[in-house]
């Protein structure tokens, strides 16, 4: 769940920093919003579903 909560604050200082007015590559920064809402997708659904968020390596 702690991986879960980190995303999405680093969710929202990504959507900081593209509103931010001094954003210089706002557009490659775009694409890397779209990237990490499907991450954060994928992470919160698999939390919601009570998956395990942190998978052990072995």
């Known amino acids: 769940m702690n991986k879960t909560v980190l995303k999405i604050l680093m969710f929202a200082l990504l959507i900081l920093f593209i509103i931010s007015p001094f ?3 706002a ?3 775009l694409v890397v919003l ?3 809402f499907f991450f ?3 992470d919160v659904f698999q939390a ?3 998956g395990d ?3 052990k390596k072995s």
């Open 23 to 25: 954003a210089a590559l």
């Open 27 to 29: 557009s490659l920064m």
């Open 34 to 36: 779209v990237a990490a």
């Open 40 to 42: 954060l997708l994928g």
């Open 48 to 50: 919601i579903l009570g």
């Open 53 to 55: 968020t942190n998978p």
